[in-house]
């Protein structure tokens, strides 16, 4: 099979988020490997060029950081400030936009609760601003994606993850994301990202050695970069994707 032909094999992961995507399901939940471009993909894809709002949980992560904090604009003067979810709720013109959360499976606690309703049916989703008192509800365009490094999905909080019907395991780096590598690394990349757990290799490891081979050579930034373990099987593969 040629390499571009691997690019667009159907039945990848990149095709379920496309035509999840193209369904209009406003919520899903990408999860695996680390570096095969989930964000990238939650911040980009299908959000009709308008930003996403991103939110990254951490343990500490507060409900202020979710929904908004109050925040002093002068002597004696509070204005709210609406945080990452509401201003995803609203959108450009309120008709919703799109929220990412990175790294789900940390959510606990207040923050955790805040996240349950900021990602609730559209029927039930509601916030009341407390200074305006103005009740919000999310727009008709408001879309979520979440993220995760976890392999088993059991690991994200059981009410968080019934929230988000469609889960796609993301296993490889995305087409658009290898085209942006030089071409002899794209056959490398891409079965350095399928490598069993342990050898698997990240896309931002192939961004790094991309540059860095132009300052100090291919063998001394594969050894730097992969390590002396790894080095030489992705150097075998760029030799050998130079014979083809
Ligand atoms: N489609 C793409 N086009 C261009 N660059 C991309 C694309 N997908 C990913 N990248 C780049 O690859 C790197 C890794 O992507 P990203 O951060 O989205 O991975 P991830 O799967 O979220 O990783 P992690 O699980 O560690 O958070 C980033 O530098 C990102 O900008
Ligand atoms: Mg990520």
């Known amino acids: 099979m040629e390499f571009d032909d691997v690019l667009e094999e159907k039945g990848t992961c990149w095709h379920d988020l496309a035509d999840v995507t193209a369904a209009g399901i406003a919520k899903v939940l990408l999860y695996g490997p680390s570096g095969t471009g989930k964000t990238f993909a939650a911040l980009h894809f299908g959000v009709n060029g308008t930003p996403a709002e991103r939110l990254v949980c951490t343990e500490d992560l507060t409900s202020g950081e979710i929904t ?103 296993d490889r780096p995305h087409p658009s994301a290898l085209r942006t590598l030089s071409d002899d690394l794209r056959g490398p990349a891409l079965a350095g990202s399928l490598g069993p757990i342990g050898r698997r290799v990240s896309l931002r490891s192939f961004y790094a050695f991309d540059q860095l081979r132009r300052h100090c050579g291919a063998q001394r930034a594969a050894h730097l970069i992969f390590g002396a373990d790894v080095a030489s099987s992705v150097l075998d593969a760029l030799t050998i994707s130079s014979l083809a």
Do not use: H, K
């Not at 994606?145 to 976890?150: H, L, P, Q, R, Y």
């Open 68 to 170: 908004g904090t109050w925040m002093p604009v002068g002597e004696n003067r509070w204005e709210w400030r609406e945080g990452p979810a509401i201003r995803a709720w609203r959108g450009a013109g309120g008709v919703g936009s799109r929220l990412v959360i990175d790294e789900v499976d940390r959510a606990s606690g207040d923050a955790l609760s805040t996240l349950l309703a900021m990602t609730d049916s559209p029927e039930s989703a509601r916030w009341r601003n407390p200074e305006t008192a103005e009740w919000v509800r999310p727009g008709s365009q408001f879309s979520v994606v979440m993220t995760s490094n976890v392999e088993d999905l059991n690991e994200i909080a059981p009410s968080l993850r019934d929230r988000f019907a469609v889960c796609i395991r993301v």
